[in-house]
């Protein structure tokens, strides 16, 4: 089963458009480390606010994503960008719909 992982962003004041660069950057990383999709929502009503999806079978390889190099240097790069602490959450993918399914007239 797979597993989608949420980060919660919250961008410090007046550096929305920064943050939103900057997860432009290491978000497609993590399909180097085993995710089959990532996302990134920025809110309509608080422009500060962010959250970051990706999709893993394996929450070792989110892990080797979340704690690697490039992560880390990605926060030493960027850390006055956001508040801290972000608090990920790993939910278990239990359904998932689309119109591309609809229209081949499967679901799931």
């Not at 790069?77 to 959450?89: A, K, L």
Request: aromatic share 18%.
């Amino acid at each position: 089963m797979a597993g989608v992982v949420h980060i919660p962003w919250y961008a410090t004041v007046f550096r929305g458009d920064k943050l939103e660069a900057a997860l432009e950057l290491i978000a497609p990383l993590a399909i180097r480390h085993g995710a089959s999709d990532y996302h990134v929502y920025r809110s309509r009503d608080d422009r500060y606010k962010f959250v970051q999806m990706a999709t893993f079978e394996d929450k070792l390889d989110f892990d080797r994503y979340w704690y690697g190099e490039d992560f880390n240097d990605w926060r030493r790069d960027f850390s006055s960008y956001y508040q801290v602490p972000i608090i990920y959450s790993w939910n278990d993918l239990i359904l998932h719909g689309s119109l591309e399914h609809a229209a081949n007239g499967r679901a799931g």
